[in-house]
């Protein structure tokens, strides 16, 4: 069942509104449906989560925060992942952990030079996954960012070519940029997409979503890169299993992505057969807009979130 598209935007408006925030994150009872979406509180957590996890998948660590109006926080972002990184090669952790970062927690919507800054920003995230031996993969926003993202990225690789790239079924644009970044090697993880986007850019029903996902997986599977098949649809992850044989590929020529807390049975049991799948773990204090987006997604979720609200 899906939420209402009414519904789903009011949750996905909220994810953004300051007052909401105050009041969701000042709500002790609503822990436990945190904790099911967000893996710690901070870095000792996440490399914990991350070691359990990684002995039977793949991980990508997102230190939670996006939207940064303030320099010194950017700045600051850019440390934890540094941190963050350093842990993970500590560990031993480097060949199964890459990080996921949002250029917004990086500084891009600063009002001066904000496109600049999250550039030289994400350059010393990527320059700290390389010395520890692993790369870094560059989430999307909103639509009105995909252009610079994308150009981003495309800066990053000329010296880090194993950065990736995401791009969003539900954008009408999307199976031509599938096109564009289907080359060798190039890593590009394919998601339905988690904003509040308008009919102009963006297919809004359901199924037009899912058949856009599937002409892009057709096209990631055909070329010549790495696809990365974020998605929960058990539909589609059976799609790309069947075009990846019939592409030729190999069980390490392609990756299923979940999110952490989603469907965790389903994960093991495709890990168990010896297919590639990688979880995208959260960690921090600032999972508000993330675990808002969580909410609009499944109504399960929003109904457990309202039974939390009144102390149920
Ligand atoms: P849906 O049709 O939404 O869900 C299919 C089924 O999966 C549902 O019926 C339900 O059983 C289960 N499910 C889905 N979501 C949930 C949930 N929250 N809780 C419980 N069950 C659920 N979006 C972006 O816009 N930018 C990104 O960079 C980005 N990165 C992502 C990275 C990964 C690894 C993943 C898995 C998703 C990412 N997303 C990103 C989110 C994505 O765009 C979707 O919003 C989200 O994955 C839900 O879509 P779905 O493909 O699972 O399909």
Redesign the pocket.
């Known amino acids: ?2 939420l209402s598209p009414q519904l789903r935007s009011a949750l996905l408006a909220a994810a953004g509104s300051p007052t909401c925030r105050s009041l969701v994150e000042n709500t002790g009872a609503l822990r436990p449906i945190v904790d ?2 967000v893996a710690a509180p901070d870095v000792d957590g996440a490399v914990r989560v991350a070691a359990e996890l990684a002995t039977d998948r793949l991980v ?1 660590l997102d230190h939670l925060g996006e939207d940064t109006t303030d320099r010194d926080r950017a700045d600051a972002t850019v440390d934890a992942y540094r941190e963050l990184l350093t842990r993970l090669g500590g560990a031993g952790l480097a060949d199964r952990a890459e990080v ?1 970062v ?1 250029l917004s927690a990086l500084g891009r919507a600063l009002p001066v030079d904000g496109e600049k800054i999250a550039l030289d920003n994400a350059r010393r995230v990527c320059a700290a996954a390389a010395e520890v031996g692993t790369a870094v ?6 639509h009105t960012t995909t252009d610079v993202t994308l150009a981003i990225v495309r800066d990053l690789r000329v010296d880090f070519p194993e950065t990736g790239a ?1 791009v ?3 954008l009408r644009r999307t199976e031509a940029d599938c096109a564009d970044l289907a080359g060798p090697g190039s890593r590009v ?1 394919l ?5 509040a986007e308008p009919r102009s850019v963006a297919f809004t029903e ?1 199924a037009d ?2 058949a856009s ?1 599937v002409r892009c997986l057709r096209v990631l599977m055909a070329g010549e890169g790495y696809p ?1 098949v ?5 539909r ?1 992850v059976e799609i790309a299993e069947h075009l990846a044989l019939r592409a030729g590929r190999t069980n390490a020529s392609y990756e299923l ?3 952490y ?3 965790p049975r389903l994960q093991e049991a495709l890990a168990a057969r010896g297919l590639r799948m ?3 773990v959260p960690y921090g204090g600032e999972w508000y807009p993330y675990f808002t ?6 109504p ?2 929003l109904a457990f979130f309202a039974r939390s609200l009144v102390g149920r």
């Open positions: 069942m899906l099911r979406f990508s996921s949002k993969t560059v989430d999307m926003e909103d995401v969003q079924a539900y993880r998601c339905k997409g988690a904003y359901k979503v899912d996902y990365m974020a998605t929960h649809d058990h589609l992505q979940m999110l807390g989603v469907r990688r979880v995208y987006r969580r909410l609009a997604e499944r399960a979720n």
